[in-house]
């Protein structure tokens, strides 16, 4: 299981790929989304890995990473951290429309679980959207 690397290419073929090491301070543990913005910049949202916790409360988080770089390097920060609660399932999307009045928002969502997850009973779960969070970071 792959839980500190990316990969990447400028390659047009998609034969030759580059990886790349993750590894924010929140740590790194799956779920991984990608998005490129029309500016070329690279977002990723992920589960964060407390390195001191154990599972499944080592997802405490949920980390957004941004590369300007075409994904050599990324630069973390992390929403979601509720003590006691699983932060799980990050999805996001930009507003790339240059009419909107959003123009440039990025919008976070992921799943918030409370401990002990033991079924999948809905009422365990809420789900979290930040309206705009991350705006042309």
Known sequence: VNTSWVFRTNDPFMNLWTPVVVNPPQGFYGDPVF??????????????????????????????????????????????????KMQDKPWFSMDEWQGSKGFGNVYLSWTSRVFPVTSYNSNQYLVYILFPYLRHL
Do not use: C, M
């Open 35 to 84: 998005k490129i913005s029309n500016q070329g910049v690279v977002y990723l949202a992920h589960l964060a890995k407390n390195k001191s916790g154990v599972w499944p409360k080592f997802f405490d988080r949920i980390v957004f990473e941004r590369s300007e770089d075409s994904g050599k390097t990324f630069g973390a920060t992390d929403v979601g951290f509720h003590e006691g």
